[in-house]
């Protein structure tokens, strides 16, 4: 085949794509992984015309909640609250408002995803695909370095793993914070075990920790944990740092107060103990 033939020879038609989706077994992470895909679809008719099957107004909607439920960070709630009520102006079977690809647009930027090169209104999905394909293994040492996202890849990878890190601090701290929970253990966790699921949790969000009100109780937890070799009775300082990070993470101290609790607070729940 010669050049020229190959220049002038038509592109075959592209497959239409479908929503991305995973399962890996962790309730909250999945949850905004999953939302994440499926909004990052609705920044623009031309995206969803490339589908196979484009988002119905309860799905985006359950999308929205999933990030306002589980969520840290609180711009990216606060642009998901919009997003949902723009989606509250659209009715099933007719034409989506532009207000919700706007409002999408300003969530996904919200999460340090960057407007695709060729303008929102030109992106049909097929390039951010590409693009994923070959991050998914590998997130940018730049981007990983700053906590900043480098694709929609990582910015579902960083949502998962801040849901990870908030559900093991909420475990831990409900069970520190509530004396009775703890003495009904037969056996306890090393003190690096206690420290390590604070070290996520700080972690996890890089150079936006300081940006947020848990920072101060997690540091000064973690602090404590460092100095105590855990046992029967969780002292009295430790349960007060744990009932801290708790209020400071949005869990609310239960009817008659920690000290008469006898099981875990409500909130979320975490595999790795």
Same mark, same amino acid.
């Given at each position: ?8 020879? %038509? ?24 939302? #994440? ?19 119905? &107004?309860?799905?985006?909607? +359950? ?6 439920? !589980? ?5 990216? +709630? ?14 099933? =079977?007719?034409?989506? %408002? ?6 999408? &647009? ?19 999905? !097929? ?33 998962? &793993?801040?849901? +990870?890190?908030?559900? =093991? ?35 996890? #969000?890089?150079? @936006?920790?300081?940006? +947020?009100?848990?920072?101060? %109780? ?33 869990? @609310? ?12 607070? @409500? ?7």
């Amino acid at each position: 085949m010669s050049k020229r033939d190959d220049v002038m020879k %038509p592109d075959l038609p592209r497959e239409s794509r479908t929503i991305r989706r995973t399962c890996h077994g962790h309730k909250e992470s999945d949850a905004l992984n999953n939302a #994440f895909y499926l909004l990052s679809e609705m920044t623009s008719a031309c995206r969803l015309s490339t589908l196979v099957r484009r988002p119905t &107004r309860s799905e985006v909607l +359950q999308a929205a909640d999933d990030y306002i439920a !589980y969520f840290p960070l609180e711009q990216p +709630q606060e642009r998901a609250r919009e997003l949902r009520e723009a989606v509250l102006t659209w009715r099933e =079977g007719e034409e989506i %408002p532009q207000a919700v690809y706007e409002a999408t &647009r300003q969530f996904v930027l919200s999460l340090g995803v960057r407007e695709p090169t060729g303008g929102w209104e030109n992106d049909d999905g !097929y390039q951010a695909r590409a693009i994923d394909r070959d991050t998914d293994d590998a997130e940018p040492p730049e981007a990983a370095a700053a906590g900043v996202p480098g694709s929609y890849s990582d910015a579902s990878k960083r949502a998962a &793993r801040l849901a +990870q890190a908030v559900a =093991g601090a909420v475990n831990l701290a409900g069970v520190l914070a509530s004396p009775r929970s703890w003495a009904k253990a037969t056996s306890w966790p090393s003190r690096e075990h206690l420290v390590e699921h604070v070290d996520q949790l700080l972690s996890a #969000f890089g150079t @936006e920790l300081d940006q +947020q009100n848990f920072a101060a %109780p997690a540091r000064r937890l973690r602090a404590l944990l460092s100095a105590w070799e855990p046992g029967p009775e969780v002292p009295a300082d430790v349960s007060e740092a744990a009932r801290d990070l708790l209020a400071a993470l949005g869990i @609310e101290e239960p009817p008659g107060g920690w000290d008469a609790l006898e099981g875990p607070p @409500e909130g979320p729940s975490n595999d790795s103990g």
